[in-house]
């Protein structure tokens, strides 16, 4: 079960902040955010895991609503270096010791001078 | 650089033909994954392996299979293959399985183009 990215693309000015949203109809057991830039390979940013813990870069942070099964990545005074886009993925278990980290279809993140 | 790496970089084959992606995980790592990127599709996950065993299964058809070698690297087969094919495809590692609680670190990429 693929999740839901919103927005879908965000244009900002450099020293905005932006809220990237995630979210899963399906109980999760972690949150992963990348971030991908134009022909590269997506980069780990942060991972959030049930109970609170979270592992991840220094500048941005995040939250994961367990109840409510979403998870929200704040950029705080953006850089042009933060454009790119930005992917959740949500592990889940599927079955006989087994889980999947399902991406969502990706935020466009454009930061201008 | 994440330390995994794949090759070739880019490939550009015909309809109905087979390709093999290669991959080779970060030293140390035992899992191995493949992802498919589409323009339309975003990135979907194909198979994993951990330590030589299949564990997981996601959207891969059944003209595409993979393994993973005793060395811990790792090729991807993709065979009769269709103008729809054409994607980038990734191969990702990590020290353990899924439901570890750990980041998966992504290569480069191959580019394939079906002509």
């Known amino acids: 079960q693929q999740p839901v990215q919103s927005p879908q693309a965000v244009i900002l000015r450099e020293g905005e902040d932006a809220v990237i949203n995630c979210s899963s109809s399906k109980a999760l057991y972690s949150v992963h955010w990348y971030r991908q830039k134009h022909g590269e390979a997506p980069v780990f940013l942060m991972i959030l895991l049930k109970g609170g813990e979270q592992k991840g870069h220094e500048k941005i942070s995040a939250s994961f609503n367990e109840k409510k099964q979403q998870s929200s990545l704040y950029l705080t005074a953006s850089q042009l270096s933060y454009s790119g886009t930005y992917f959740c993925g949500t592990e889940l278990y599927s079955g006989a010791g087994s889980y999947q980290l399902t991406f969502g279809k990706g935020t466009k993140l454009s930061v201008i001078p | 650089d994440s330390g995994v790496t794949q090759t070739p970089k880019h490939l550009i084959t015909a309809t109905g033909q087979r390709v093999t992606l290669r991959c080779s995980p970060r030293?140390?790592?035992?899992?191995v994954y493949w992802y498919q990127q589409s323009l339309d599709q975003g990135l979907q996950f194909l198979i994993q392996?951990?330590?030589?065993?299949?564990?997981a299964k996601g959207n891969i058809l059944e003209r595409f299979s993979a393994q993973q070698f005793p060395d811990l690297h790792s090729e991807l087969n993709l065979s009769s293959l269709e103008l729809g094919d054409s994607a980038l495809y990734f191969c990702a590692s990590s020290p353990q399985v899924m439901g570890s609680r750990e980041t998966q670190y992504f290569g480069p990429g191959t580019r394939l183009l079906v002509l």
């Open positions: 030293s140390g790592d035992l899992s």
């Open positions: 392996y951990y330590n030589g065993e299949e564990r």
